[in-house]
């Protein structure tokens, strides 16, 4: 026992100092460093879990990312297929315009030759009519006499034939 005595240590105190150091150590363990460590392994254990979840949701982002590009792309081509429909829907639509109004227009222009033809007959017809009662009131003065009626007309058609053939000829 020498040596703790030059120490100025007592064994007897330093056993029970050492005990209670034992005990401090134990209950330190039991009470405050497992709880410690337990909260710590938690907090570690949520963080990962956090972490693995704010993997999860990037991931789960970026791939609704890509999807909204995809169908955004598909919108796109969608869109762009309607208005090239919308263009040849719309050229066709033209076109039929074009060959309606032709076909209307040469329809008109058929018609009014049929008319002009129709009206420059009964004007012809009327103007012969005209000729002929004109030309029997001057043979009439002329010879001074009157024409029966089938000879006057028998003249007057024999009139008419040489200037159709010379109106013809022109």
Known sequence: MGLFEQLGLDPYKLA??????LVLLYLLNRLAYKPVLRMFDERASRIKADLDDAKRMRDEGERDRQTYRDQLNRARDEARAVLDEAANVASRIRE??????????????????????RERDAALKELRGEVATIAIMAATRVVKRSLNTEDARRLIDE????TE????AD
């Open 96 to 117: 039929q315009a074009m060959f309606d109004a032709e076909a209307t227009a040469l329809a008109i222009i058929a018609r009014a030759r049929q008319d002009i033809a």
């Open 159 to 162: 009139a008419l034939a040489e």
């Open 165 to 168: 053939l010379a109106t013809k």
């Open 16 to 21: 029970i100092q050492s005990f209670n150091f």
